[in-house]
């Protein structure tokens, strides 16, 4: 049975959904994982598309840095207070 969607080196490999906890699992065998680099700890997508479930290696995102993203701020951007009516409790203003 050759699957629909075919890569470089597809292996195709059956396993079990599984209940862990609240949820439902799949063990990744290792030659699938190998090949897709996928290692302990490694985030992940899940997501249905289609009727089938595809889980792929998350994109990495880059950290923010606050100074970056206080350079974005701009006066064009920048919004003005916002009120919020008067205090309440034991704020000071």
Not at 8 to 28: D, E, F, P
Not at 38 to 62: C, F, I, Q, S, W
């Amino acid at each position: 049975m050759t699957p629909r969607h075919a890569y470089l080196q597809c292996r195709y490999m059956k396993t079990v959904v599984q209940r862990w906890g609240n949820s439902l699992a799949v063990r990744i065998p290792k030659p699938v994982a190998t090949e897709v680099r996928l290692k302990r700890g490694t985030n992940v997508e899940v997501m249905a598309t289609n009727g089938e479930v595809v889980v792929r290696p998350a994109k990495k995102r880059r950290k923010l840095r606050l100074e970056d993203l206080l350079k974005q701020v701009t006066p064009k951007n920048i919004h003005p207070e916002i009120k919020t009516g008067p205090p309440r409790g034991r704020e000071v203003w």
